[in-house]
């Protein structure tokens, strides 16, 4: 992979990539910001997408078309689903499902999938897998559940039961959606800001810089084990 695209949610979520990328160049598009530069070898283009599986889908159709990106990686913050994953811990997706969309839409209609879920990109997956092994942050990898609620109490059982994700976002499967559909591999990483335990929007809100900042520096491992 020459070009990859790193897709964020929020402005937080994007700032320390910023750190990273050398040099780089602003392009406006559909009211977002694209910044093209580079991280070691990589040709990188990096945007923050604003919240909701319908802005994640403009922001990675642009990448796609706009800058040809070769894959995608989204990094930011997701809430804990199952009890064993704590605050801080980062969830790289294995899986991505909607929790919010009726079982047959996606089977019955565009874009016929075989069953409701989106696979991560092999090889960024392979290159995560390694840099787990090498990292002392704790790393999980697995499902990953999309819907456009922030979940507390109300539906955590229902989502938990009928998937079993280790975390829930209002994007990841959005944007693996775009991919798939664009045959551009993705990948999703993660770190928790909230969970059953340390529930509620004070939790993400007091945990979202740190857990960014988290996300990044594991996305920048990654993608140097990419470069090999």
Same mark, same amino acid.
């Given at each position: ?55 994640? !889908? ?86 990953? !559940? ?17 998937? !079993? ?64």
């Amino acid at each position: 992979m020459k070009k990859i695209g790193i897709l964020c949610a929020s402005d937080t979520e994007l700032a320390p990539f910023l750190r990273y990328i050398h040099s780089p160049q602003i392009t406006e598009k559909a009211m977002l910001k694209f910044y093209s530069g580079s991280i070691g070898q990589l040709e990188i283009v990096a945007v923050y997408s604003g919240v909701c599986k319908v802005n994640a !889908a403009i922001a990675v159709q642009l990448l796609i078309d706009i800058f040809n990106v070769d894959g995608i990686i989204n990094a930011g913050t997701a809430g804990g689903m199952d009890e064993n994953v704590r605050l801080f811990d980062t969830v790289i997706s294995e899986r991505m499902v909607y929790h919010d969309v009726a079982e047959d839409i996606l089977t019955e209609f565009h874009p016929w999938l075989k069953n409701n879920y989106f696979e991560a990109g092999r090889e960024m997956l392979a290159a995560a897998r390694r840099y787990s092994q090498q990292t002392a942050y704790p790393v999980l990898f697995g499902m990953m !559940a999309t819907g456009e609620q922030f979940i507390e109490d109300e539906k955590r059982n229902e989502i938990n039961q009928k998937y !079993a994700p280790l975390s829930v976002d209002m994007e990841t499967a959005g944007a693996a959606h775009v991919c798939y559909v664009n045959h551009v591999p993705f990948l999703s990483v993660r770190t928790i800001t909230d969970t059953a335990a340390h529930k509620g929007i004070e939790n993400f809100e007091r945990n979202c810089e740190i857990a960014s900042e988290r996300s990044a520096e594991i996305v920048i491992g990654i993608l140097e084990i990419l470069e090999i």
